[in-house]
């Protein structure tokens, strides 16, 4: 695997190749990362990932400073699960001048659930996604749908500008507990770990109650909210939507349900399609 920082040295690397399959991350990287690399090797000549901590889409509160940066770990794993090109560059590579220049995404999408929370969230990522699928030339990208909301962002980015790029969802990876994969499920605690599976089995008590033809969806999403409330946890949201755009459920739509909570200082988030 061969290992570049400058965008340089990538476009000279990538010179041979037509179709870049490319899985962007931040690093710190779990097997669900890793089961996108794998997922992307028969999509592409060649299979780029990268690692970039993006400021633009952490808020003045939040741990871009703490986020655990864990390059020579993350090295080693990608090349094991058969990467071709790592492009992991500094900020002043990616950035070397203010990002002036940001992706403004549909506010009908991006300002709600995640959006809401966490204002600016969704125009920091739309701007590195889109910068690295244009630095990398890439024609497949690969992303997890933990984050299903930042996923239809995406997609519908890459529709509205007509890029010549296939974005690709792949389901989460799961401990053996049910606990959703997450470069931050290393913040929890002992105590707060052994808990943490609550927010999937939560989500999953929904899924089940629509499936078996519950269409009170807001009666589900206070039962679901109380019943964190109840365990400690400090929930944002609980919310049965479309999958398609992720607005409000009908018993006749292919549903989501989506949840976002503290636990202690940890914010978790998952879903599950029913």
């Not at 476009?11 to 890793?34: D, Y």
Request: aromatic share 6%.
């Amino acid at each position: 695997m061969r290992i570049v920082h400058t965008l340089a040295d990538l476009r000279q690397h990538l010179l041979p190749f037509r179709h870049p399959a490319v899985v962007p991350t931040m690093g710190n990287l779990h097997a669900g990362h890793l089961a996108l690399v794998r997922a992307a090797k028969p999509l592409g000549d060649v299979t780029v990932a990268t690692i970039f901590v993006n400021r633009l889409q952490f808020g003045p509160k939040e741990d871009f400073d703490s986020y655990p940066r864990t390059l020579q770990a993350d090295c080693t794993q990608l090349e094991a699960a058969g990467c071709d090109l790592l492009f992991a560059p500094s900020e002043a590579e990616l950035y070397p001048q203010p990002q002036t220049f940001t992706l403004q995404p549909d506010p009908a999408l991006a300002g709600i659930l995640e959006g809401h929370f966490r204002p600016g969230f969704f125009t920091g990522v739309c701007t590195v996604v889109l910068k690295l699928l244009a630095c990398t030339q890439a024609r497949s990208a690969l992303f997890g749908k933990k984050d299903y909301q930042q996923l239809l962002i995406i997609r519908h980015m890459v529709r509205q500008f007509a890029m010549p790029v296939e974005i690709l969802g792949q389901d989460t990876h799961r401990e053996a507990d049910g606990l959703a994969m997450s470069s931050r499920n290393g913040y929890l605690s002992v105590a707060e770990r052994a808990q943490a599976a609550l927010l999937a089995r939560t989500l999953a008590q929904c899924a089940q109650a629509v499936r078996a033809g519950n269409t009170a969806f807001d009666v589900l999403e206070n039962q679901a909210l109380q019943t964190l409330r109840d365990a400690g946890w400090m929930p944002d949201y609980v919310a049965i939507r479309r999958q398609s755009d992720l607005q409000a459920a009908r018993a006749d739509a292919p549903l989501v349900v989506l949840g976002a909570a503290r636990l202690g200082t940890t914010r978790l988030i998952d879903n599950l399609e029913i």
